[in-house]
């Protein structure tokens, strides 16, 4: 089943406009991952939080996490036609301390930014 | 460095054959996972391993069999494909210094 449940499923906005995902998921955590997915493409890790993390920026990236509603959100500043594509968040499980990559993903947001 | 490849990019398989799908990473990465996407999906975790000779099963490992015999190569067997197992196929490592990976472009599965 999936661990990440995220809204909206679609997104569609203007150049520059903002653009905010959300992403819930049901177990403890070591960390949340975001990733980005081209059409047709492997997906590429774009931005990593820590279960003890509140925030965490990257360029024109902003991630939240709140261990307490678990739940994330993904904001795009200033947002390119270049940021068309699939966004996925990851949550990576707590097993004793140690993450052995056993990620388990949300079904993603579509984001269409029209230039 | 090539990163992660998978071969083939695509193939179309009858009901009942067997192939393997190839994995290989060039970064000495210890930690590698299979995952599958469908339509409208996430990706769900196939098999994933942390070492050579160390293998585990992941959400979905009913009709996969992998190993790993190398730090490089991982490959996933499907040993009698059938029409559930139409999907695309990635394949992931990351070292164990950190958490986030890498993915390959993907194999596009077809069972007719």
């Known amino acids: 089943s999936q661990q990440g449940e995220e809204d909206p499923q679609a997104l569609s906005i203007q150049e520059g406009e903002n653009a905010t995902m959300n992403c819930s998921y049901k177990t403890s955590i070591n960390n949340l991952q975001w990733y980005r997915q081209n059409s047709g493409r492997g997906l590429v890790h774009l931005i990593l939080?820590?279960?003890?993390?509140r925030e965490k920026h990257s360029g024109r990236l902003r991630v939240t996490l709140d261990t307490s509603k678990k739940s994330s959100s993904l904001l795009i500043t200033a947002s390119r036609a270049a940021d068309t594509a699939s966004y996925f968040c990851?949550?990576?499980?707590?097993?004793?301390?140690?993450?052995?990559?056993?990620?388990?993903f949300g079904q993603g947001t579509i984001l269409t930014v029209h230039p | 460095n090539a990163g992660v490849t998978q071969t083939p990019k695509f193939q179309v398989l009858k009901t009942g054959q067997s192939m393997t799908l190839q994995c290989a990473q060039d970064?000495?990465?210890?930690?590698m996972s299979w995952y599958r996407q469908d339509p409208g999906m996430g990706l769900r975790l196939i098999h994933y391993?942390?070492?050579?000779?160390?293998?585990d099963q992941g959400e979905v490992p009913n009709g996969y069999n992998v190993s790993r015999s190398t730090t490089e190569d991982f490959p996933l067997r499907l040993l009698s494909a059938a029409p559930s197992q139409t999907s695309v196929y990635f394949c992931a490592s990351r070292p164990t210094s950190r958490y986030e990976q890498y993915f390959g472009p993907g194999t596009r599965l077809t069972v007719t």
């Open positions: 939080i820590r279960s003890n993390e």
């Open positions: 990851a949550t990576d499980p707590r097993a004793g301390g140690t993450s052995y990559g056993k990620l388990t």
């Open positions: 391993s942390v070492g050579a000779g160390i293998t």
């Open positions: 970064m000495n990465h210890e930690y």
